[in-house]
């Protein structure tokens, strides 16, 4: 029996609480973890998992042995990659907030791929809230503040914010000087999906950090929906100013309250502490701090 093949089996569908879940992270028939899986807990003389037909569950010991398997698979993978001077290699899942994967993951990610050959990279964009451990992701790039402490946190980038509307807007409703005009004005408000409510809207006043919560006749949920709801003159956003730079730049859209701005936006890499060790994920993310610092 390969015990190493057989933990890497174990921690998969644990993780996943799925055999066919597994299978297809690992690219391997189902039958086959099934009997790695029942040779491996008869090898180790305990059942680790229990199986019914609607999902898999952890046994106690199957608790207890999962994050000594998590360290020790890391941990076999980092002496290899010293001793044997081998690239990380392995499947890597990645999920990705839209726009920052189009803006600047996307077009650079070429160069991560030909350093790193011998990863395969699985990316995708949630419009939900990612379970990491349950769905079997590796790593997420999100961003906005981060409140789940039971995850590990690297931010790669605080991105420069600007609060905006169109011209055509602003000839209709004329320009806010201040805060105080800004309950008159029209906002468009942007609508979280985890958290069921509107996003207040932030200024800097003094280096000193303020919330105003408008009401607005339009709320949507959706980077591209928000920008496009501004371009066409409904009412006052904020957003990343590279949301918006190039209609800045052609004067489609306008920079209001520039003695107040928006705090910048953090962008961070966010991943399990059971892949704190992964040299997959650590040079993943250590790439993507690159990508972000060279961006500016």
Not at 102 to 113: E, I
Not at 243 to 251: F, K, Y
């Amino acid at each position: 029996m390969d015990q190493v093949k057989a933990m890497k089996v174990f921690v998969r569908i644990y993780e996943r609480s799925s055999f066919t879940l597994a299978a297809e992270d690992l690219n391997l028939p189902r039958a086959t973890l099934t009997h790695t899986l029942n040779q491996f807990e008869a090898w180790l003389g305990t059942r680790l998992l229990e199986r019914s037909t609607r999902r898999v569950r952890p046994t106690l010991d199957g608790e207890a042995y999962y994050p000594r398997c998590v360290q020790l698979l890391a941990q076999l993978e980092e002496a290899e990659l010293a001793f044997r001077a081998v690239q990380p290699k392995g499947r890597l899942r990645v999920d990705m907030h839209g726009s920052l994967a189009r803006h600047f993951v996307m077009p650079r990610l070429g160069q991560f791929m030909q350093s790193y050959p011998q990863i395969e990279l699985a990316l995708s964009e949630a419009d939900h809230f990612v379970d990491l451990i349950a769905e079997g992701v590796d790593c997420v790039l999100r961003a906005g503040t981060l409140c789940d402490s039971a995850l590990v946190a690297r931010r790669v980038a605080n991105l420069a914010q600007v609060t905006c509307a169109s011209p055509a807007y602003l000839a209709r409703h004329g320009e806010p000087r201040s805060l105080q005009d800004l309950p008159r004005h029209r906002v468009v408000n942007y609508v979280s999906r985890s958290a069921g409510g509107p996003f207040p809207f932030k200024f800097m006043v003094a280096g000193e950090r303020r919330e105003l919560t408008l009401d607005g006749a339009l709320s949507v949920s959706g980077a591209q929906v928000y920008g496009a709801a501004a371009l066409a003159g409904l009412g006052i956003i904020q957003c990343p100013r590279y949301h918006v730079a190039d209609s800045l730049d052609r004067g489609l859209m306008r920079e209001i309250l520039v003695d107040t701005p928006p705090p910048p936006m953090p962008v961070s890499v966010v991943y399990p502490h059971n892949r704190q060790l992964s040299p997959r994920v650590r040079v993943f993310v250590d790439w993507l701090a690159q990508v972000f610092a060279e961006a500016g």
